[in-house]
Structure formats: structure tokens, C-alpha cells
């Protein structure tokens, strides 16, 4: 009777506790520093390119894009510079026109920077692809971004990329 009780109190707790905790999922902690919550980190830019190249390989709408450049923006894909976000939008109905599969595997980044000045982000990145007409693309190419924050944002302001292999 005694473990019964025990294990009726025990699973009390567990409910109170849970259903406490449910209450809590969309509550920030009062005693974490608000200085360092607004903060945005080498984490959250390594997590925007990141993202950067799985819109890509997902062939996400242009819309995604268009968020995440910055006006002026200053582009330069091989033989593309790119200018404007309506330079952009040609460029990548191009990708979307040719393009029928891609993937992007980032093989090293560097960041450097902070949100005042900006971030530089340095990386070579593996692209394959396979065009609408069968023909299969495999290269390296590296790359130079700067990155800037705009209110809550990340935002792509400078793309230079050259193929490496």
C-alpha cells in the first residue's frame, strides 16, 4: 500500500511539474543578460549560410532570397555580377529555368566581425548540380560574403565567388 501510495504522489508531482513546464515553453528566462539575448553571434551568421545554401538546394521561391539581401547589395557569382535585387531575380530564374537538382556542402567557414561593423565569412563550398539537359556539374568554389545585421535580420550585402576546381 505504502509503494502505491508513493508511486500516487510521485506521479502528482511529475503532472503538477509538466503541466508548470508546459506554461513555460514560450517564456524567456528574467535573469538571462538582455544585452547578450539581442546579440547576434558567429552562430547565427555560420546558421544563416547555412540556410543561405539549403534555400538553394531546396530551390526555394525568390521571395526567401529577397528577404536576405541587402539594398545596395554587390554580388559576384562567375562571369554574373549582380547589383540589385532585380539582377538577382533574373540570375536565379536562370538557376530555376536550367537547373533541375543541387547541393551545396560548405567544407569550411571562417567569420569574422561583429554586428556593429558587419561580419565577413570566408568558406569553400562543393557544388553539384544536374542541368535540365542531363549534363552533371562537380566544382569548388570559394567564397567571400559580408554579412551585415539590419534591425533583427542578417542580411547578405557582398558575394564574391570564384571556382577553385
Partial sequence: MLKQL?????????????????????????????????EMSEN?????????????????ESGYFVNRIAQPVNMQYPGTPINSVEAFLAWYQGVKDNIIWNSHDIVS????????SGWTVSYDVRWQATS?????????????????????????AKLEAAVIE
Fill in 132 to 156: 535540365k539537359t542531363k549534363e552533371k556539374f562537380d566544382m569548388m568554389v570559394h567564397q567571400e560574403l559580408e554579412v551585415i545585421r539590419v534591425g533583427d535580420a542578417l542580411k547578405l
Fill in 109 to 116: 567557414m571562417d567569420v569574422q566581425g561583429d554586428q556593429t
Fill in 6 to 38: 508513493t508511486t500516487l504522489i510521485f506521479s502528482f508531482l511529475i503532472a503538477v511539474s509538466a503541466a508548470h513546464a508546459s506554461n513555460d515553453l514560450n517564456t524567456l528566462s528574467t535573469t538571462y543578460d538582455a544585452k547578450a539575448r539581442y
Fill in 44 to 60: 547565427d551568421v555560420k546558421s544563416f549560410v547555412y540556410q543561405w545554401f539549403a534555400a538553394f538546394d531546396h530551390q526555394r
